[in-house]
């Protein structure tokens, strides 16, 4: 008998992995089926799988993290069992910034990927606090942008006004004149350059190749309660991301991720992410990211919760080695490994990141 698992997403390029199993039957292949749900929010979708409304969610890379640490939520303990996407994150400004970049010397067509270079002229262009949107307080994009700009020289989160912004709401803030940079995930930084809203000024993989975007989050006590539904859903979601994978794949993945019930924008614009194509500013610059965004480095590594949890210990005044133990709880890189190790013939991918904690804070670097 199928196992029917209910599952929430938002709308973004990176709820693709679950698509993309539910639309080619990698879940029922696995004795599943996943019922996709579209949530309206972070915190709604959080609060669907912490009081058992949703088996599982696509979350932000932090959120379990920040909930073991008792900074969001009154629900139950949350943990990561796979990592849903790496990067595919942009930041972007408005026109009233883009031109003050400009007035620097700063090229959006050539400085476009050059994380030094794009901050520095960000930072001279600045005439107050930046006004910088993130979809949510406990984001991979919300510490990137404080990673980037404190190694540039501005003290974040001091010298910045975060605000909270939903990803399809990003564009008409900036538009509205409420914002003046954002860090989101795509379609949406792309939608506001479609809409004239600003200025795509550079990718996150710039500040950090390959960091943890998109996890799927579930109740910890449902990780070692009923471990073989998830191990299911594990697999059918690491065939759905090795799929992604190969560029033969991107259009009928675009076609997939338009329709209304998904992304609901039109196919060209998910082809942007996934191909890495962006269009910067509506005066047509535009650029190729290899790897852009990636699907197939799905194995939750420790030490990259170790270094989300270190992040915000030190910023919140808690413990730092004991907020980074119990971060690594949530990741349960176990379950994975023991889910992928039953598909005949799996071996690790060559390319997948096996960075190995030993107690120091893992660091992204800027590029020279």
Request: overall charge negative.
């Amino acid at each position: 008998m199928t196992a029917k698992l209910p599952v929430a997403f938002l709308p973004l390029i990176d709820a693709a992995p679950l698509i993309v199993a539910v639309e080619l039957g990698f879940d029922r292949d696995e004795g599943i089926a996943l019922d996709l749900r579209r949530a309206h929010s972070w915190s709604s979708l959080r609060d669907m799988v912490s009081f058992g409304q949703v088996t599982a969610a696509q979350m932000l890379a932090p959120m379990p993290v920040a909930t073991a640490l008792g900074l969001v939520g009154t629900g139950a303990a949350l943990a990561s069992v796979a990592v849903l996407s790496t990067n595919g994150e942009v930041i972007g400004v408005s026109n009233a910034m883009a031109q003050r970049i400009r007035d620097t010397g700063y090229s959006f067509a050539t400085g476009f990927g050059d994380a030094r270079a794009a901050g520095q002229a960000l930072i001279a262009a600045a005439d107050g606090p930046l006004r910088i949107g993130v979809p949510f307080p406990f984001s991979m994009h919300a510490e990137l942008l404080y990673h980037w700009l404190t190694a540039l020289g501005l003290p974040a989160p001091a010298a910045v006004d975060i605000r909270t912004v939903p990803p399809p709401l990003m564009a008409s803030a900036l538009a509205a004149g409420e914002l003046d940079a954002f860090c989101v995930g795509e379609p949406w930084g792309s939608m506001a350059v479609e809409t004239n809203a600003g200025a795509l000024l550079l990718p996150g993989s710039a500040i950090w190749p390959g960091a943890p975007e998109k996890v799927l989050g579930v109740r910890a006590d449902l990780a070692d309660a009923s471990p073989e539904p998830l191990r299911a859903m594990i697999r059918a979601l690491w065939r759905a991301g090795e799929w992604l994978s190969d560029p033969q794949s991107r259009t009928t993945a675009c076609a997939f991720l338009s329709r209304r019930d998904y992304v609901d924008v039109p196919a060209e614009m998910i082809d942007r992410a996934l191909s890495g194509h962006l269009t910067l500013t509506s005066r047509g610059d535009s650029r190729i990211v290899p790897d852009f965004v990636g699907f197939a480095q799905n194995t939750p590594q420790q030490d990259h919760a170790a270094w989300i949890a270190g992040r915000l210990a030190a910023r919140l005044g808690l413990d730092r080695a004991t907020a980074r133990q119990a971060a690594i709880a949530t990741w349960r890189t176990d379950l994975h490994d023991t889910a992928l190790r039953a598909i005949p013939g799996y071996s690790p991918r060559a390319d997948a990141m096996t960075h190995s904690f030993d107690g120091q804070e893992f660091s992204p670097s800027l590029q020279e």
